[in-house]
């Protein structure tokens, strides 16, 4: 067992890279002093945990993580490492349920929720969809809200129903990870586009559209994940006008964007008869509460309700209950401003650590796009991250297509369940990277 053990942190911590070959069993029975027999077994322990692949003639590899990093949970950790890679959303600050689920059995109308509704959601519901919508800068009508099983639902939910195998979607060449593993589901091509400091360039999908039939465009236009950019005005505009010449379908994805505080007026705004605008609670209020608010242009509700009945039915009743008492009565703005404070202090704690190395991060953003001086590139730099104990996600993840990669790792500051150990995984970081400087 504590061979497998072993195995299993460096797999995690990337000091065991996929397809590494591991030593033969003699070999490695002799250098720890057991017999052939032990070895065999941690092997075989490791084997069943998905670890490894023995090939024969060949020996015994690497199989890959058996947890990637976007199925990766606190479950998963490991004694004394600091995780940088998964984006929570300050869980210690999330509501508490308890008063909540009190108040609610009291309800006489309680026992409903646990009928089948409506697969766009309750009318309760989606007006609370409509008035969270308004902290997005969005003003729609309840019938155009549907109510989603969180923002990764809402997503798969538009390109299920606005897209068919073989279709074209432009992204950001840099992106969030998401969007690539439902386009490979639904077997849609993803395009990559250029982007800068403030996100895609609206020049360049125009090039990009010009070139071929592209019939979407995803974007986060409120604070982009994982590079942070926020998107100007007038560079929203100049996407609009992109897409209604080219008539693309607009999917605009603010999970992160009332985190980073007010902006612009979202695309949807803006183009309400192209864009579909998802508005997640999860990373806002609570991960566990899974619940979405998706708006609609008009003519598309009844598409989108079909997609959701064809995937989940409805989003859990109870689920948006919660989320319906949250926002009206005052707990989501709440939550919201006091993880607003803290990852204020956190970002920055990190400004101030990471001062003189090439950060992009928001002043209340939940993470930080990290590029690496030469000569490090990102698997280099994360298996020796890992190996001193912090885990952090390399560009690799969000990079679409078979593009140079950037030579960047994404730090989630969020992740750390207190400021202590998020201090300590960027003091490991800082000393990586001027022990190298030094040695240059």
């Known amino acids: 067992m504590a061979i497998a053990d072993a195995i299993e942190r460096d797999v995690r911590l990337g000091g065991l890279a996929p397809g590494a070959r591991l030593p033969t069993h003699r070999n490695l029975a002799e250098a720890l002093g057991v017999t052939v027999g032990t070895v065999t077994r941690g092997y075989g322990e490791a084997a069943r945990r998905g670890l490894l692949r023995g090939e024969t003639g060949r020996g015994t590899f690497v199989g890959g993580d058996p947890v990637p990093s976007m199925l990766r949970h606190r479950e998963d950790g490991l004694p004394g490492v600091v995780d940088l890679g998964m984006t929570l959303p ?53 019938e155009a809200v549907s109510v989603t099983v969180g923002g990764q639902n809402a997503l798969a939910v538009v390109l299920s129903a606005m897209f ?11 992106t969030y990870p998401l969007i690539k593993t439902l386009a490979r589901r639904f077997h849609l091509r993803l395009i990559p586009v250029e982007q800068d400091g403030h996100g895609m360039l609206p020049d360049a999908l125009d090039e990009v559209c010009r070139a071929q039939p592209v019939r979407g465009l995803y974007l986060m236009p409120g604070c982009q994940n994982p590079t942070t950019a926020r998107m100007p005005e007038y560079r929203r505009h ?10 693309l379908t607009i999917i605009e994805d603010d999970a992160y964007g009332l985190v980073a505080g007010p902006g612009p007026a979202p695309l949807a705004a803006l183009a309400p008869e192209r864009t579909f605008c998802i508005a997640s609670l999860s990373k806002v209020v609570a991960g566990g509460l899974r619940v979405a608010y998706l708006a609609s242009p008009e003519g598309y509700a009844r598409a989108v309700e079909r997609a959701i009945s064809d995937m989940v039915w409805m989003t859990p009743p109870l689920m948006a209950g919660i989320a319906r008492r949250w926002i009206a009565d005052g707990t989501a703005d709440r939550t919201l401003d006091a993880k607003r404070a803290e990852s ?29 001086p030469e000569p490090w590139t990102s698997g280099d730099f994360v298996r020796v991250a890992g190996e001193s104990g912090v885990v952090v996600t390399p560009d690799e993840a969000f990079v679409v297509g078979r593009r140079p990669l950037p030579h960047a790792v994404r730090l989630a500051i969020s992740g750390p369940a207190d400021a202590d150990g998020l201090a300590r995984g960027l003091s490991v970081l800082r000393a990586i990277l001027l022990e190298t400087r030094s040695a240059t």
């Not at 920055?348 to 650590?353: H, K, V």
């Open 90 to 142: 300050l869980e210690r600050l999330s509501p508490s349920l308890a008063a909540t689920l009190k108040d609610m059995a009291a309800d006489p109308d309680c026992q409903r929720l646990l009928e089948y509704q409506p697969s766009c959601g309750r009318r309760a519901d989606r007006r609370a969809g409509a008035d969270w919508l308004r902290r997005h800068g969005l003003d729609v009508a309840p």
């Open 164 to 174: 068919r195998p073989g279709d074209a979607v432009a992204v950001e060449a840099v």
């Open 238 to 247: 100049e996407t609009v006008e992109v897409a209604r010449r080219r008539g």
């Open 344 to 372: 204020a202090r956190r970002n920055a704690m990190a400004r101030d650590m990471l001062s003189g190395l090439d950060i992009s991060l928001q002043n209340t953003g939940y993470y930080i796009w990290l590029r690496l």
